[in-house]
């Protein structure tokens, strides 16, 4: 059974901590992304990884760590340094990473993170 | 980066076709169209994409004119299901990567 898993589904932070969003795909996928959506609004990139032990600032990575060990691993870190992380992440994986074109990107089920 | 304009919201009933336009004006020669479909809570789900004329497949109809600064997702009598919103996206290789930029979207909402 192929896809995107992202755990939790659910999560909730105190103020001042730090806490990590997992993101796992086994499609063989070279290029995975991080978005994050606001109520209301479209999906804003974070950060996004081409190729393991690489990865790139998106438009709004202030706040935001990620690593990329693995070919099917991209886990997301928001760190206190985030004034509101209150939002609904989603993890995407997509096939090429410098192919012309554009390939479609697969969305996992998302993490909705609650600051307390 | 091509911008992407499509209405805020639609309303529909069942059984009708449904048809919503996004204008991308400033669409580059090796620009893709693609188009999403997001449940609340849920991640966006591909729907189709093209490049030119008119692409079909088993949910959806894209057409897209000849000078490209509009594309037309047609999804053929719709039901309750299909009340979600929907992203038009353009984009192509960016610094390497496929840049995606979702805007607000359309809100799809279809009544009994």
């Known amino acids: 059974d192929g896809g995107i898993t992202q755990s939790p589904k659910y999560l909730f932070r105190k103020e001042g901590q730090n806490v990590t969003l997992s993101c796992e795909q086994n499609?063989?996928?070279?290029?995975m992304y991080w978005y994050r959506q606001d109520p209301g609004q479209g999906l804003r990139l974070i950060y996004y990884s081409q190729i393991v032990n690489d990865f790139q600032k998106g438009d709004i990575a202030e706040g935001y760590s990620v690593s990329r060990e693995k070919k099917e691993s991209f886990p997301l870190t928001v760190t206190s340094a985030q004034k509101n992380p209150t939002a609904f992440y989603l993890c995407?994986?997509?096939?090429?990473?410098?192919?012309?074109?554009?390939?479609?990107?697969?969305f996992g089920p998302g993490t909705r993170l609650t600051v307390l | 980066l091509a911008k992407t304009t499509q209405p805020i919201s639609m309303d529909s009933y069942e059984g009708q076709e449904v048809n919503i336009t996004c204008s991308h004006n400033?669409?580059?020669?090796?620009?893709?169209i693609t188009w999403y479909q997001q449940f609340p809570s849920q991640g966006p789900r591909f729907i189709i994409q093209g490049y030119k004329t008119k692409v079909t497949n088993e949910v959806a109809s894209l057409f897209i004119p000849a000078d490209r600064k509009s594309s037309t997702l047609s999804l053929p009598r719709v039901s309750l299901s299909d009340t979600a919103v929907y992203y038009c996206l353009v984009g192509a290789l960016s610094g390497g990567y496929n840049k995606l930029i979702f805007g607000a979207g359309t809100r799809l909402a279809v009544h009994p």
């Open positions: 499609l063989n996928h070279d290029a």
């Open positions: 995407a994986s997509s096939s090429s990473a410098g192919r012309a074109g554009t390939d479609t990107q697969y």
């Open positions: 400033n669409i580059a020669t090796n620009d893709y």
